[in-house]
C-alpha cells in the first residue's frame, strides 16, 4: 500500500507492511536465491572442467621494467588472472574506457588475497606504454600492468574489455577460461550492491514494479561531471576519476567512441 500522504513530486515507495509478512516474503525469495547459489556453484564445476588451450609461454608483453614474457605474469605462481583493459590510443585520460575504469578500480587492493590462494593478477592493455604508464600512475593502480600493443597471440592480445584465466605448468602457459560483458561484473562488486537497493541500478532495462522510478539508459552513472552529476557529455570523465588528484574539469572531448 502507499503511504496517502505522497504527493506526485514524492518519491515512490515500496509497499509498508508488518514485519512479520515482511519475513515471510523474505523467507520465500530466500529460496529461489538459494537456488541460485547452488546453481552458481555447478556452473563454477563445469568451468573448471572446461577443456585448455595453450597460449606461448615466451610472448612478449610490455611492463614498467621493459618487454618481459608472458609467463613472468604468474610471478612463479600456478593460476593467473588477467584483466583486459581496453585503450584508446592518442585520447586524453578523460576519453579512456569508462566500463573498464568500473572493472579496474574495484578490483584494487584483492592481490594479497588473490596471492594468498596461489593466483597472480595482473592486466593487460592495448595501448602503447609510452601512453599507458602516465595513465596507470595518474588513476594509482598498484597491480602489474603490461601493454600488448602489437601482440599477435590472441589469446593474450585480443578481446579486450574481457577477463581470463591461465594456468601454469612447469613452463607452459594455458588458457582456461575468458569471458566479457556481464561476466566482467566478477571484477566489479557494486553491482552486487547495488542489485540488493530498492531501485537496483536504476536502468530502464531492469524488471520493475509499475510503480518504481522510470529507469535511465545502461551504464548512466559510469561518467560523472565535476560536480557529480552523470553524463556522457563533453565535461564528464570516468566516475572514478574524480577521486584522483590532478583531475581537473573537462571542457572538451567526451568519451573517446563518440570522437570523430
Known sequence: MTDASETPST????????????????????IREKALTREADAIAAARRRLPMVEVDAQTQVVGKDGPVPFIELFEGRDELVVY???FHTGRPIEQQC?????????????????????????????????ELAPFVEFMGYTEPWYSTAGVGE?????????????????ER???TYETTGRGNEAFEPVFSLLDITPYGRGESWQDNPDVWPEGNGPCWYWRTDEHG????????????????????????????????
Open 84 to 86: 583486459k583493459h581496453m
Open 154 to 170: 590472441p589469446a593474450i592480445g585480443g578481446d579486450m574489455g574481457s577477463t581470463a584465466c591461465f594456468l601454469r605448468d612447469g
Open 229 to 260: 552529476v552523470p553524463t556522457w557529455g563533453p565535461t564528464g570523465r570516468p566516475t572514478a576519476q574524480w577521486a584522483r588528484p590532478g583531475a581537473t574539469p573537462v571542457t572538451t572531448g567526451g568519451p573517446a567512441w563518440r570522437q570523430p
Open 11 to 30: 518519491p515512490r515507495r515500496p509497499d509498508v507492511v508488518d514485519r512479520a509478512t515482511w519475513q515471510a516474503a523474505r523467507d520465500e525469495l530466500l
Open 98 to 130: 569508462e566500463g573498464c575504469t568500473v572493472s579496474a578500480w574495484h578490483i584494487q587492493d584483492a592481490a594479497p588475497y588473490l596471492h594468498a590462494r596461489g593466483i597472480s593478477l595482473a592486466f593487460l592493455c592495448e595501448g602503447p606504454w609510452a
Open 173 to 175: 602457459t594455458f588458457l
